[in-house]
């Protein structure tokens, strides 16, 4: 069977970090395109990034450029994402996915892991 496995959310303060990891199993990150989702209340899904299996060419959403990080450690099998400077409208749950299209705006994913929540708050 096909998993993603996110973990590292939790609760920090605004311009704090935290760092998102993602490890697959049942299949091997290196040959796909990975990426980043992230759902807040009232608010629609947006994708925040991804990284291709390619060249390792990345993606950011401009509401995150700059301040969030993807990279991948495919001898883990496992893909992060590091965000720093976070702010309270970063406050979502984040989903790490398996591409089934090309990194870029708007990408589309067919799994995903079971979310991890962020929260961004004093």
């Known amino acids: 069977q096909l998993h993603l496995v996110d973990s590292g959310g939790g609760l920090v303060q605004p311009g704090g970090s935290l760092r998102l990891s993602c490890t697959a199993s049942?299949?091997?990150?290196?040959?796909?395109?990975v990426g980043w989702f992230r759902q807040a209340p009232d608010k629609e899904r947006e994708g925040v990034s991804c990284?291709?299996?390619?060249?390792?060419?990345?993606y950011y959403a401009a509401s995150v450029k700059g301040r969030f990080t993807i990279s991948r450690d495919n001898g883990k099998n496992t893909v992060y994402l590091q965000m720093n400077a976070l702010k309270p409208e970063d406050t979502a749950v984040y989903y790490c996915a398996r591409l089934d299209s090309v990194c870029s705006e708007g990408f589309k994913y067919d799994y995903w892991g079971q979310g991890t929540q962020v929260t961004v708050s004093s």
């Open positions: 049942g299949f091997t990150l290196d040959f796909y395109h």
């Open positions: 990284i291709s299996a390619s060249d390792g060419s990345t």
